[in-house]
């Protein structure tokens, strides 16, 4: 799949679909509402913090893209609820995705 | 549609201890079939095996090892609520004439894969289940005004509760303040907030009305079935603060028995994590949206155990192929009363909430005399 080609090489490009412009997530070749094709938006994409909890020293945050894409992402410094943030760093390890914030 | 009922049931306790699935499959079914004799196991028209394990043709296996030939006979696996899916399958066969009698035997190892799903890629590097109940719980607490003490109450409730259950893997009570000196696994969850994996299995047989009656004067029926799958993954909930797949489910399980949830006399409800249970109670209609910690705690003051009798999954362990089956016995013996110390007053209806994924699915099963 292309979106994993791209989040192994750390870039964060998400899915939309061509036919009726639908942001398709998980990523997936196939839209889910009228099951055309998906290709990669490459842009950069601002997210929002919708919550959030520490484990030692790192915060887990949960990040909303579009009001609808939403993923669990790392982040250093204290997050508050509903600030915006970046992908800092993205990729596969051991064949699951990890995202960081800033 | 023709009425099915509980008959029989068997179970094994709950433990750390290491066996093969496939025993542990048996443990239970023997059990079963110990305490009732008289059962034909010529009339098994189907064997469904609820279990996350890998290992393959669990149900033939089953079936030889405890000497039955069914017609049918196959696996079933939905992460957590794999027994109470294999239960509304049970039901399916019979209510369609394709079976009159249906053995459902749910069992896990401590170590079983359906921990984690490692499809859920959404969550990052943030897959075990502690992920989920942290964000839920700084969520709810946010949403209501909740402390951290208040959702200690459930995890000290309903490890009381499973003291009186004697497969329960919990043996001991707890307070508040251990609850709150266990372990941090989070900012937002200790250790003691959490059900545990275990080795486990739960029985339980079913039959059409006609088979029912010639077997048993006090069967169970099932009179309410309601289900919903509203994804896999964790972060399309889209809200962190209550169910929705528990909330349809549960809305379809009362339409369907006829009933009022406040005619819902005993339940017992998927306490995965201390937050689920009043999340639960909640969107199932028990009690309003942020008041579900404070029946969890009149219910604890009052010594009631109308909430999770046998101990929930955070007293009783989490077996996940055996919980739903588990929960749906408990239910069983509180309406035959035969639940000892553990009895509720008097009840006639009961309630099993089964769910998988941090709620992404739901089962509730709606249980009468
Ligand atoms: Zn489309």
Same mark, same amino acid.
Request: with cysteine.
């Given at each position: 799949m292309s979106f994993e080609n791209e989040l192994e090489k750390g870039q964060f490009y998400l899915p939309e679909c061509i036919s009726c412009k639908k942001w398709v997530w998980?990523?997936?070749?196939?839209?889910?509402?009228?099951?055309?094709?998906?290709?990669?938006k490459k842009e950069e994409f601002e997210g929002k913090i919708i919550e959030f909890s520490k484990q030692n020293d790192n915060y887990f945050c949960i990040v909303e893209f579009y009001d609808s894409i939403r993923i669990i992402a790392n982040m250093t410094t204290c997050p508050k609820k509903d600030q915006i943030v970046k992908i800092l760093k993205c990729g596969i390890n051991d064949g699951g995705y990890f995202f960081h914030i800033i | 549609m023709s009425e099915v009922g509980i008959i029989a049931y068997g179970a094994s306790p709950f433990t750390k201890e290491d066996h093969k699935i496939e025993s542990m499959l048996h443990k239970s079914t023997n059990d079963l079939f110990k305490k009732n004799p008289d059962i034909n196991k010529n009339e098994i028209d189907a064997v469904l095996v609820s279990t996350n394990n890998n290992s393959k043709y669990l149900s033939p296996v089953l079936s030889e090892m405890a000497g039955i030939k069914p017609k049918?006979?196959?696996?079933?696996?939905?992460?957590?609520?794999?027994?109470?899916?294999?239960?509304?399958?049970?039901?399916?066969?019979?209510?369609?004439?394709?079976a009159d009698m249906v053995l459902v035997t749910g069992a896990e190892r401590y170590d079983s894969p359906g921990q984690i799903l490692e499809w859920d890629n959404s969550r990052g590097e943030f897959k075990h289940p502690i992920f989920w109940a942290s964000i839920f719980s700084k969520s709810y607490k946010r949403e209501y005004g909740i402390s951290d003490e208040q959702l200690a109450i459930v995890s000290v409730k309903n490890h009381k509760q499973a003291k009186e259950n004697p497969n329960a893997l919990s043996k001991k009570t707890y307070t508040v303040e251990d609850v709150m000196n266990s372990k941090k696994l989070t900012d937002d969850l200790r250790l003691l907030n959490c059900s545990r994996p275990c080795t486990g299995?739960?029985?339980?047989?079913?039959?059409?009305?006609?088979?029912?009656?010639?077997?048993?004067?006090?069967? /169970?029926? &099932?009179?309410?079935?309601? #289900? %919903? !799958?509203?994804?896999?993954?964790? +972060?399309? =909930?889209?809200?962190?603060?209550?169910?929705?797949?528990?909330?349809?489910?549960?809305?379809?399980?009362?339409?369907?028995?006829?009933?009022?949830?406040?005619?819902i006399d005993v339940a017992e409800v998927h306490d995965a994590f201390s937050v689920c249970e009043p999340m639960i109670l909640e969107s199932l209609g028990f009690t309003n949206p942020g008041e579900g910690v404070n029946m969890a705690q009149k219910l604890h003051e009052e010594n009631n155990f109308m909430v999770n009798p046998?101990?929930?999954?955070?007293?009783?362990?989490?077996?996940?192929?055996?919980?739903?089956?588990?929960?749906? /016995?408990? &239910?069983?013996?509180?309406? #035959? %009363? !035969?639940?000892?110390?553990?009895? +509720?007053? =008097?009840?006639?209806?009961?309630l099993v909430h089964n769910m998988s994924a941090a709620a992404t699915s739901s089962t509730v099963l709606v249980l009468e005399k």
């Amino acid at each position: 799949m292309s979106f994993e080609n791209e989040l192994e090489k750390g870039q964060f490009y998400l899915p939309e679909c061509i036919s009726c412009k639908k942001w398709v997530w998980p990523p997936s070749e196939f839209c889910d509402r009228c099951n055309g094709k998906t290709s990669l938006k490459k842009e950069e994409f601002e997210g929002k913090i919708i919550e959030f909890s520490k484990q030692n020293d790192n915060y887990f945050c949960i990040v909303e893209f579009y009001d609808s894409i939403r993923i669990i992402a790392n982040m250093t410094t204290c997050p508050k609820k509903d600030q915006i943030v970046k992908i800092l760093k993205c990729g596969i390890n051991d064949g699951g995705y990890f995202f960081h914030i800033i | 549609m023709s009425e099915v009922g509980i008959i029989a049931y068997g179970a094994s306790p709950f433990t750390k201890e290491d066996h093969k699935i496939e025993s542990m499959l048996h443990k239970s079914t023997n059990d079963l079939f110990k305490k009732n004799p008289d059962i034909n196991k010529n009339e098994i028209d189907a064997v469904l095996v609820s279990t996350n394990n890998n290992s393959k043709y669990l149900s033939p296996v089953l079936s030889e090892m405890a000497g039955i030939k069914p017609k049918i006979a196959h696996s079933i696996e939905s992460l957590c609520n794999s027994g109470t899916n294999s239960i509304v399958s049970a039901f399916s066969y019979i209510s369609s004439g394709l079976a009159d009698m249906v053995l459902v035997t749910g069992a896990e190892r401590y170590d079983s894969p359906g921990q984690i799903l490692e499809w859920d890629n959404s969550r990052g590097e943030f897959k075990h289940p502690i992920f989920w109940a942290s964000i839920f719980s700084k969520s709810y607490k946010r949403e209501y005004g909740i402390s951290d003490e208040q959702l200690a109450i459930v995890s000290v409730k309903n490890h009381k509760q499973a003291k009186e259950n004697p497969n329960a893997l919990s043996k001991k009570t707890y307070t508040v303040e251990d609850v709150m000196n266990s372990k941090k696994l989070t900012d937002d969850l200790r250790l003691l907030n959490c059900s545990r994996p275990c080795t486990g299995s739960a029985s339980i047989l079913l039959a059409s009305k006609e088979v029912a009656e010639k077997y048993t004067d006090m069967p /169970i029926w &099932i009179t309410g079935i309601g #289900q %919903k !799958t509203t994804s896999a993954g964790f +972060t399309k =909930n889209t809200s962190l603060t209550s169910m929705e797949s528990t909330a349809i489910a549960g809305q379809s399980a009362l339409k369907m028995s006829n009933r009022n949830i406040s005619e819902i006399d005993v339940a017992e409800v998927h306490d995965a994590f201390s937050v689920c249970e009043p999340m639960i109670l909640e969107s199932l209609g028990f009690t309003n949206p942020g008041e579900g910690v404070n029946m969890a705690q009149k219910l604890h003051e009052e010594n009631n155990f109308m909430v999770n009798p046998r101990g929930g999954l955070i007293g009783s362990g989490h077996p996940l192929g055996a919980t739903g089956i588990s929960q749906t /016995i408990e &239910i069983v013996q509180q309406l #035959q %009363k !035969t639940a000892e110390n553990r009895q +509720t007053n =008097n009840p006639k209806t009961g309630l099993v909430h089964n769910m998988s994924a941090a709620a992404t699915s739901s089962t509730v099963l709606v249980l009468e005399k």
